[in-house]
């Protein structure tokens, strides 16, 4: 690893004032320069701070910070910034707790910063901050990611209120940045008390299974407030934020997995909202079509019959890749990066094998917020529909369902970007209007042949619409059953057959199942140069928050 800050050097083979380097002179002859004994100093004192770390990190399982950067960067891109910022060279101060530069990641250039537990507990204090915020407007000059590797014991106590003034100018910076370049928190120790904003206002959170915890209040405060007796762990864990609060998105089995998890995500990313997004190689090969053909015998005839959605997934996208977003959490939804013929996409799709794929509170955020992710960072977005509707219940009622429920409409309405919609089988009430239909601004819709879209299921539209005719069956001695499932298979006739939706243009075509991948590369296609518009004069909107 080298360094660009001013003053330092790559650390020399001897410490001794005295070593000698060779320079060249005007006339060609050899002549020596001793080292500087600061300078010599400077590099002891960063070889002897990096031994210490390793010694407290190893002893914990954990990387040191600059291992964390050499796992996160191809090798030797790393080029680091303000070494000693914060730190005296001659009173043997290695410099602050964090560490501040840019490395290349797949060859694109990133800026980092990554907190040191082995100093001063990677608190921050005033320097750590003001480090900070100087990588951020760097990385919004030079429009490029910002990776933010955490574990810190917080705002240090001994700069009082100097360090919270400084987590406030990281908020202001995270939000300036927010929406114009990639932010990726990678917790990898302790984060808590106000820090927790930090990565909480970036675009992805990623940790780990051990190590990795979040918490505005420790469980030694939640103990003496409220007498409630919790583990760092169960309070504000890794599987905690994964699968319970969807504060995280993605659970690494180890540092290393969550770093590659992120290298991974800045892939599929452009390196701004105002650069181009990444184009990877893909040739056409016999076996596209084999696997376009079994996406005939996935889907079950019976629409109460579960199945997986990412089987699904993995015969439209290339090489069957799918990079997952929230694996864990509100699983009735999947949401994540792939690549159709070469091009990064976001994919957005129910899942029939949770809860028959049904939108709840958690799920709707879910989406919600993937759906403004793919629009900030113009990925297309495609939509794999086959739901029965938001779901029903007092707790999703009190949880705002109706509140939280509204962030999908609100994000799929303001997107954009080129959007596909393929319903697969059910598409029924406020459901389907929000899964990128027509309606709210998809640009084109398919549908499956036996697909059903309607305001309500045929069984449950039957039991409203037909309740007097049925009870009076019952009356009668009719055989109420016998006349149900004829009224079911009228409505389904009459009002839940997509060929409705086509005659008035809500759907574009009725595809085969083998043909959607083809249609939908074909469609992204036609929509490659699909342009923003400036919408009003406003300022912005107010999204349900």
């Excluded at 705002?155 to 990281?170: D, K, P």
């Excluded at 929230?326 to 699983?331: K, L, P, R, V």
Aim: aromatic share 6%; hydrophobic share 40%; with cysteine.
């Amino acid at each position: 690893m080298s360094d660009m800050s001013a003053g330092s050097v790559t650390a020399p083979t001897a410490a001794s004032p005295a070593a000698p380097s060779a320079a060249v002179s005007g006339d060609g002859a050899e002549t020596r320069q001793p080292v500087r004994a600061a300078v010599a100093r400077a590099a002891e004192l960063a070889r002897d701070a990096e031994r210490a770390a390793r010694t407290r990190q190893h002893a914990k399982g954990k990387n040191t910070a600059r291992e964390r950067l050499d796992l996160l960067f191809d090798t030797g891109s790393f080029r680091e910034i303000g070494r000693f910022v914060g730190g005296s060279i001659n009173q043997g101060s290695p410099g602050s707790a964090v560490i501040t530069g840019f490395g290349d990641v797949y060859g694109r250039q990133v800026a980092v910063y990554a907190q040191d537990f082995s100093v001063k507990g990677g608190t921050l204090g005033v320097a750590e901050g003001e480090k900070i915020c100087h990588l951020m407007d760097m990385a919004i000059e030079l429009q490029i990611p910002v990776v933010a590797l955490i574990d810190s014991g917080g705002a240090r106590i001994q700069a009082g209120v100097s360090a919270l003034t400084q987590y406030g100018h990281i908020f202001r910076k995270t939000c300036e940045a927010s929406g114009l370049i990639p932010q990726l928190s990678l917790i990898l120790g302790p984060c808590a008390g106000g820090a927790v904003y930090c990565p909480a206002l970036t675009d992805l959170i990623i940790m780990t299974k051990e190590h990795s915890n979040m918490f505005v209040t420790g469980p030694d405060v939640v103990k003496s407030a409220t007498g409630e007796t919790v583990s760092m762990e169960d309070l504000g864990g890794g599987y905690v934020h994964n699968a319970v609060s969807g504060v995280a998105h993605y659970l690494g089995q180890d540092e290393a997995d969550a770093i590659d998890y992120a290298r991974t995500v800045l892939a599929y990313l452009p390196s701004s909202a105002n650069g181009p997004t990444p184009i990877f190689s893909y040739a056409a090969n016999r076996a596209d079509h084999e696997i376009a053909q079994r996406l005939n015998d996935i889907v079950p005839d019976n629409d109460r019959q579960p199945y997986d959605m990412l089987d699904v997934i993995r015969c439209l996208v290339d090489y069957g890749e799918f990079v997952q977003v929230q694996e864990i959490y509100a699983t009735s939804a999947l949401v994540g990066f792939a690549c159709m013929e070469g091009h990064p996409v976001g994919i957005v799709a129910n899942q029939p094998k949770v809860k028959a794929g049904i939108l709840d509170v958690a799920s709707s955020e879910k989406v919600a917020r993937f759906v403004r992710l793919c629009d900030a960072f113009n990925l297309p977005i495609i939509t794999l529909v086959d739901t029965p509707g938001y779901q029903p219940g007092s707790d999703q009622e009190h949880s705002g369902i109706i509140r939280r429920g509204a962030k999908v409409i609100y994000a799929y309405a303001n997107a954009q970007v080129p959007m596909v919609t393929v319903i697969l089988r059910k598409a029924f009430g406020g459901a389907y209007i929000v899964m990128g239909s027509k309606a709210i601004g998809a640009d084109v819709n398919y549908a499956w042949p036996s697909s059903q879209i309607a305001v309500l299921g045929a069984g449950g539209a039957v039991n409203i619409i037909h309740r007097k005719d049925l009870q009076k069956a019952k009356e009668r001695g009719q055989d109420v059953n016998a006349l149900r499932d004829r009224l079911i298979q009228d409505y389904e006739t009459t009002t839940v057959n997509a060929n409705l939706s086509l005659e008035t243009g809500q759907i574009d075509a009725m595809i085969d199942p083998e043909q959607t991948r083809e249609a939908i590369a074909g469609s992204l296609r036609s929509l490659a140069h699909k342009r923003r518009s400036r919408r009003g004069d406003k300022h912005h909107g107010n999204q349900p928050m």
